[in-house]
């Protein structure tokens, strides 16, 4: 059950705010703070090989909340800096070559493109989109043709783009996926955290996300699932070090046999720990309850909003998540942005650069981007649309 009244005192210093940017940077409970604090404080006392030893089975916790967090193994489960990060050593373990195809969709993270252009000019690899329908979601009889077509070496997805609230039918993908034995990447940056996501519905390989957004973590963590079948197949980052295998001869090293062979040595171990403080924190609601409330909240706000004349929504798809963006017509980026934070709202703007494809075929090149989550109110999407009314 999500307790709204105890959720709020553990963030004491949200104050009269009308916090609505988790899709950039949420609001820790202040537990995750307090965890960050003590092993920091305890680094400072004993130094910090010294604390890692003394707190190995917390370290250890790390994985098996993250693994709860999705429902795998605690084996699949390798730390990162970011969800970025977890992204390049998940491609940097595919062997690319001339003509490999990427499928991927033109929702995609903007890094992610930049990823795949960068493969396409070192490689010569080929990037293909799956078509939209008109309503926005993927075509996913589309998605079987080219698979048929090219045999991809990658199927690339995000599960909701940085810039709008679609949700993406990634079980279906990865149904296709898991058949064909293709390699299924997915990136749930917006979604971890949001959503109930479940590895074993998605049948994904691997799993990217970070820990500032909708998880309430620190800024710089995230973490990477690796597939079963993958790990198997001795996937590992191309710039493996000591931390993901052991040197034993001269030529020759040795992976770790669990997906922590993507990670480096050195981590940065109070952020690992703020991040399991905050999945954990997660899990006690559970993503289920978190969800459920998450919708209502959405339900809430798009009425509302919808109901304003001037405010255009941009969120396309059958389906959407805590990610709303909209503009207000006849008003200037400037205008809205100076209201919004003179009202002490908290809230993004996305730009063309961060969404090109979408933002070229809905002909703008910015929207206001609001992102709740299960810490505010229907009382505070009340007071936002006043707000945006009176703009
Ligand atoms: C969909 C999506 N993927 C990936 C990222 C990158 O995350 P990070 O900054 O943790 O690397 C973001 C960040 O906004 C995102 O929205």
């Not at 003179?342 to 996305?350: A, D, G, L, P, Q």
Request: charged share 25%.
């Amino acid at each position: 059950m999500v307790d709204i009244a105890q959720i709020r005192k553990d963030i004491p210093h949200y104050g009269n705010k009308v916090f609505l940017n988790s899709a950039g940077s949420s609001m820790m409970p202040s537990s995750v703070v307090q965890k960050i604090n003590y092993y920091l404080h305890e680094e400072e006392k004993i130094g910090g090989y010294k604390v890692a030893d003394v707190n190995a089975n917390e370290i250890a916790d790390f994985y098996k909340q993250a693994a709860k967090l999705i429902s795998c193994s605690p084996r699949n489960i390798a730390f990162t800096n970011s969800a970025t990060d977890a992204y390049i050593k998940a491609l940097s373990s595919i062997h690319f070559k001339k003509n490999d195809v990427i499928i991927t969709t033109d929702d995609d993270y903007s890094s992610n493109h930049i990823q795949f252009i960068s493969l396409r000019k070192r490689f010569d690899i080929k990037i293909i989109r799956i078509k939209n329908l008109e309503n926005g979601d993927l075509d996913i009889a589309d998605f079987q043709k080219l698979v048929k077509k090219h045999t991809p070496k990658l199927v690339a997805v995000t599960h909701i783009p940085t810039n709008s609230g679609l949700i993406q039918n990634i079980e279906a993908i990865g149904e296709i996926c898991h058949q064909k034995q293709i390699i299924f990447l997915l990136d749930a940056c917006q979604s971890v955290g949001q959503l109930n996501v479940d590895i074993n519905k998605i049948k994904c390989d691997f799993l990217t996300t970070t820990g500032r957004k909708f998880l309430r973590g620190p800024r710089g963590t995230g973490f990477l699932f690796v597939s079963d079948r993958l790990l198997e197949e001795n996937f590992s980052p191309l710039m493996i070090d000591g931390g993901g295998a052991v040197w034993k001869g001269v030529d020759h090293f040795e992976m770790l046999k669990t997906a922590k062979r993507f990670e480096t040595w050195e981590v940065p171990l109070a952020l690992l720990m703020g991040l399991k403080e905050a999945i954990n924190y997660a899990n006690l609601i559970g993503l289920e309850h978190i969800q459920e409330y998450n919708e209502k909240l959405m339900l809430h706000l798009r009425k509302n909003l919808s109901g304003i004349a001037g405010v255009n929504l941009y969120d396309k798809g059958s389906e959407t998540g805590s990610i709303l963006t909209f503009r207000k017509e006849g008003k200037s980026l400037e205008k809205v942005t100076k209201s919004l934070e003179e009202n002490n709202v908290y809230f993004s703007i996305s730009q063309t650069e961060w969404g090109l494809i979408d933002f070229n075929k809905k002909g703008i090149d910015w929207v206001v981007r609001l992102s709740p989550h299960y810490f505010n109110t229907t009382e505070e999407m009340d007071k936002v649309s006043e707000i945006i009314k009176q703009i």
